[in-house]
């Protein structure tokens, strides 16, 4: 079973920051484009940001652009969710997600592998 291990999660005030963290098993990060989705109280799991394995580009929901910033550290082979000026409606559990490289197509869909989610709680 593959295991996409998140943490960064947490309790931070409206204009606040965080930032998420995934550390997926080798073979993913190497070969497979990830992701990050979240999923607000009440609502559906939504895209918010994903990365491409190769040649690194980056798309992001409208709400995500601008405060957002996805990332891939290819030394540590971990991705990263740069979250700046939170905000109430960016509460939700946020789960890190890979979808194979070679799949092409809608970088929103497709996914194979996810983690179990982390909570952000953005207080105002």
């Known amino acids: 079973q593959v295991h996409l291990a998140e943490s960064g999660g947490g309790l931070v005030q409206t204009g606040g920051s965080l930032r998420l963290s995934c550390v997926p098993p080798d073979f993913v990060f190497t070969l497979y484009d990830m992701g990050w989705f979240r999923q607000p109280p009440g609502k559906e799991r939504e895209f918010v940001a994903s990365?491409?394995?190769?040649?690194?580009?980056?798309y992001y929901a409208d709400s995500a652009k601008g405060r957002f910033t996805i990332s891939r550290d290819n030394a540590k082979k971990t991705l990263s969710l740069q979250m700046n000026s939170l905000k109430p409606e960016d509460t939700a559990v946020y789960y890190c997600a890979a979808r194979w490289g070679e799949l092409g197509g809608s970088p929103f869909t497709g996914y194979s592998y996810w983690g179990q989610g982390t909570q952000v709680t953005v207080s105002s």
């Open positions: 990365i491409r394995y190769r040649g690194g580009g980056t």
